[in-house]
């Protein structure tokens, strides 16, 4: 049986549903309209099929919850940020798969729901169908051979970003500006959902790992995540300047990544440059997009090794009081 309830508060909506299993909470970041969207109009649209649902033309940014037992939590939150070239999101594979593998371990996963590009509805229609008729690899669609590969519609998406006002360093302004405000959000109501807001970090796929490293490059020290892991992807455009004494970085990518690989290894080397020392991991096969799915690779394990790494962190296991 589930019940929800509604609650205004600080100038937000907060929707609570309630479970058997674990209480869900859908939280909206801006007080009002995300700045910038205001003339946004296209409906938020659910794409299935696939490896994956896929969200199109989120206008309402939000963060969707996935809370440990109390007696499992242990006070960190890692904000979840999919992919999908900035044309939609990719919420199940690189999203609520990885927030429910956290969550069953006492961390607390947000999904984070940012904005992508406005897709006309006969936008989504024709990819749809597209998709149905196997023309369309997708972002994350398994390659032949089993693995993930780069999106055969990867053309199409890139040309589509442009015509919406640039290249990915446009596009993906409005996903930037939506990571830093989620923060922001679940730092000033740490103790709501059970959190040390010192220990807030955030995970990316993709056009999402932008949306990380966005969120990792901040000026204010004070603003940045407590750590961040940008998995294959991160700036897509020209690397920003990299500024010093930033927290932990987690890194992984697959060398077969034609989509990605590139610019994740210029973002090592720009981080390393600048003094930074991120863990690495660059698997021998897994394509582009491989998240939460199992194709017999050793990319499959990206998620226990980031998962060792926040061990050793001291973020698996509740905070010394």
Not at 87 to 102: F, H, M, Q
């Amino acid at each position: 049986m589930r019940t929800k309830q509604a609650i205004r508060t600080a100038g937000a909506m907060l929707i609570l549903t309630w479970s058997a299993a674990a209480q869900q909470q859908t939280i909206k970041i801006w007080p009002g309209v995300a700045p910038g969207s205001e003339n946004w109009s296209e409906p938020e649209t659910v794409m299935k099929g696939g490896d994956t649902d896929r969200v199109a033309n989120v206008v309402t940014p939000t963060l969707i919850a996935y809370l440990p037992e109390k007696s499992k939590a242990t006070g960190t939150g890692i904000i979840i940020a999919p992919g999908g070239g900035f044309s939609y999101l990719a919420i199940d594979k690189e999203g609520n798969r990885v927030a429910s593998w956290l969550q069953e371990r006492g961390i607390a996963g947000f999904v984070l729901k940012y904005r992508v590009r406005q897709m006309a509805a006969a936008d989504i229609a024709a990819f749809q169908a597209r998709r149905a008729s196997g023309n369309v690899g997708g972002r994350g669609t398994p390659a032949p051979g089993g693995r993930a590969g780069a999106p055969a519609n990867a053309g199409a998406l890139a040309a589509a970003a442009g015509r919406a006002g640039g290249g990915m360093d446009s596009v993906g302004q409005y996903g930037i500006a939506d990571g830093i405000q989620a923060l922001k959000v679940l730092r000033q109501r740490a103790g709501e959902f059970g959190l040390s807001p010192d220990r807030i970090g955030i995970v990316g796929f993709s056009a999402g790992a932008m949306v990380t490293s966005g969120v990792l490059l901040q000026e204010d020290p004070a603003l940045r995540p407590a750590f961040a892991a940008p998995i294959y992807g991160g700036p897509f455009g020209a690397v920003p300047a990299i500024p010093q004494k930033l927290p932990p970085i987690f890194l992984a990518w697959a060398q077969d990544d034609t989509t990605a690989g590139v610019a994740c290894a210029r973002f090592y080397a720009a981080l390393t440059a600048a003094g930074s020392n991120p863990e690495v991991h660059i698997y021998r096969a897994g394509g582009h997009g491989f998240g939460m799915a199992k194709q017999g690779t050793t990319s499959d394990h990206w998620i226990d090794e980031f998962y060792y790494w926040l061990e050793v962190q001291g973020l698996t296991k509740p905070a010394a009081r």
